[in-house]
């Protein structure tokens, strides 16, 4: 069995990847800014699930969480940075202080963990390193949540770093991109600023349509397909979770595709000894 490492355990996607790495026998470290509210999953699984304190944004707090971690089970074998949460607001009118509180944790505490971890996964010869992103991280322009989304793609990016100059090492890096899933996401964790004059078929349209809608994904399903995978050990590098996740992923690819092969051309003639000038494409988006 596996010891798991878990940010952001109080609820949503952390509560639930708890309790399906427990009830398939793994030892899991949950962390939370609160451990108190583990309590209840510590009292269904006393021997395997150790609670702990853990803010991200601190990266002292991150390295003594994890030697924590190690001192109660000996190892780690995966490690998920699962903690983060989206506010809403223009570019224009949003409040730095925010648009940085959102960076510190969506990205720097991720960047905190994945750091802190790595001497212990080689000295043990390898593990995994899980990192939360959203398919709105690969495929972008969800009016509202810049902060958000631009602090994925930077975990994204990060991430594939990360796994080339520790694949050496036995460690693997796997990306999770959800869709809508029915948590605390759009609900209490999220603060929408009011929407300035100009925006409302923007950022007002997303928010109604946010509100009006039910998540069609479950993060209790999700859990158990992630801790599956990680059994099985058949790794891909990136996960998207959810029918409109999938939707998006392979409209997306799509997309990139036909227009990078509509002006390759272009693109090559930037090189020394390429033919230059080359005619430029009459499709693509007017500006």
Do not use: C
Not at 17 to 30: M, N
Not at 193 to 199: C, H, L, S
């Amino acid at each position: 069995m596996a010891v798991w490492f878990i940010t952001g355990t109080s609820r949503g996607f952390g509560r639930a990847l708890v309790s399906a790495a427990a009830d398939h026998g793994h030892s899991v470290v949950a962390t939370a800014r609160d451990p108190r509210r583990l309590s209840e999953l510590v009292a269904a699984h006393p021997d395997r699930v150790l609670a702990l304190p853990l803010d991200v944004t601190d990266k002292q707090a991150a390295a003594d969480a994890l030697r924590a971690g190690v001192e109660r089970f000996g190892r780690l074998d995966v490690v998920v940075n699962n903690a983060g949460y989206a506010n809403v607001a223009p570019i224009e009118t949003a409040d730095d202080a925010d648009v940085r509180a959102q960076f510190e944790t969506n990205y720097w505490g991720v960047y905190n963990v994945s750091r802190a971890v790595i001497p212990q996964l080689r000295s043990q010869g390898g593990g995994t390193i899980v990192q939360f992103s959203s398919i709105g991280g690969r495929v972008g322009g969800s009016a509202g949540i810049a902060a958000y989304q631009a602090a994925k793609f930077a975990v994204d990016g990060f991430s594939r770093v990360l796994a080339t100059e520790t694949a050496p090492f036995g460690i693997r890096v796997l990306v999770i991109e959800p869709s809508g899933f029915a948590t605390d996401w759009a609900g209490s964790s999220m603060h929408i600023a009011p929407v300035p004059a100009g925006y409302e078929q923007t950022i007002g349209v997303m928010t109604e349509r946010r509100a009006a809608s039910t998540p069609a994904g479950d993060p209790t399903r999700a859990a158990e397909i992630i801790v599956r995978v990680l059994e099985s050990g058949n790794l891909p590098t990136h996960l998207p979770l959810g029918v409109a996740a999938a939707t998006m992923a392979l409209e997306h690819a799509r997309e990139e595709s036909e227009e990078a092969s509509t002006w390759e051309a272009v693109s090559r003639s930037a090189d020394f000894g390429q033919p230059y000038p080359v005619e430029l494409p009459t499709q693509g988006r007017a500006r």
